[in-house]
C-alpha cells in the first residue's frame, strides 16, 4: 500500500524489470495528506478548477486523494515531484502525464480504496470493485456479458457465479480503460475465456481476437473486501528496465500480474 511518506523504493527493481506496476492507497490517508491551499493548487495543476467545482464533500474527497495519489505515482515513476507532472485527459476522461510519453496511467477507486496502475510496456487499464458487489440476477448479469460468457457461466457451479460477474465485470472495465473507451465500449462486444487464474481475451462466440497475445491480464484480492483487475497491452517498447524508478506495490501483485507469460 503506498502511503503520502512511502516507502517507495522497495520494489525499484522489480518495476524496473518487468515495466509495470500496481499502487493502491486509502481514501481518508490522501485526503488529508495536503491541506495548505496554495500549495494544494499548485499540486492539482489543471486539476484544481475541476476540483473546486465538485459541490459533494465526498467526491470532492475522493477526487483529491486519487489525483494526489496519482500525480505522486507518476512523479516517483519519472523522477521528479508531485506539482511538475502535468496531468491531462484524453476527450473520454482516460488520465495521461503530458509530455511523458514512456509511461502510461490508469486509476480506478471504489469506497475507500484507490488503485493506480502504471506500465511503460503501452497501454494499462485498472478497475476495483467491491468483491461482495451483487451482480448475479440484475441487468449488469442481462446485459454485461456475451453468449459464450453466459454459457460458461451456467456450467459452473451455481455459488460461484457472482464471484465470476464480479471478476469479468472487472476484467472488462480495466481492458476497456486500456483502449480508451470506457463504458462507451459495449462488454457484449468483447468476452473472457477464464480457465483457473488464466483470463483471456475473445470474442463474444468464444473465438480467438486478433491481437489478443499482446494483451496481458490478472485479477487479485485486496484487502480481503475488493477485487483489483488490470489489463496491460505490450506494444513492444520493452520492460523499461533502463528507468530508475521508484513506486510502491505489493509483491503479490506483481507476481500474480505482471509477468511476461500472461499469467493472470
Known sequence: MAGPDGPWEPVRQDLAGTGTALVYGVLTQWSVHLREPERLREVLGRDWQRYQRIGHARAKERFLASRLLLRRTAAEVIG??????????EPGGRPYVRGCDQIDVSLSHTQD??????????????????ADRRMAGTASEAQGYTPYEREALDADAAERRN???????TLKEAYSKARGQGLRFRFTEFGFALDGEQ?????????????????????????GRFVVSVAVFDAGFGSGSDLSVQTVLDEGLLEALLNSSGRS
Open 163 to 169: 464471484d465470476l460477474l464480479v471478476r469479468l465485470w
Open 80 to 89: 521528479t515531484t508531485p506539482d511538475q507532472v502535468d496531468l491531462a485527459y
Open 113 to 130: 480504496v484507490l488503485v493506480v496502475g502504471v506500465t511503460r510496456r503501452g497501454r494499462i487499464g485498472v478497475d476495483v470493485e467491491l
Open 199 to 223: 483470463a483471456r481475451l475473445v470474442r463474444p462466440d468464444g473465438g480467438p481476437v486478433a491481437d489478443g497475445s499482446a494483451w496481458t491480464f490478472g485479477t487479485v484480492a485486496l484487502e
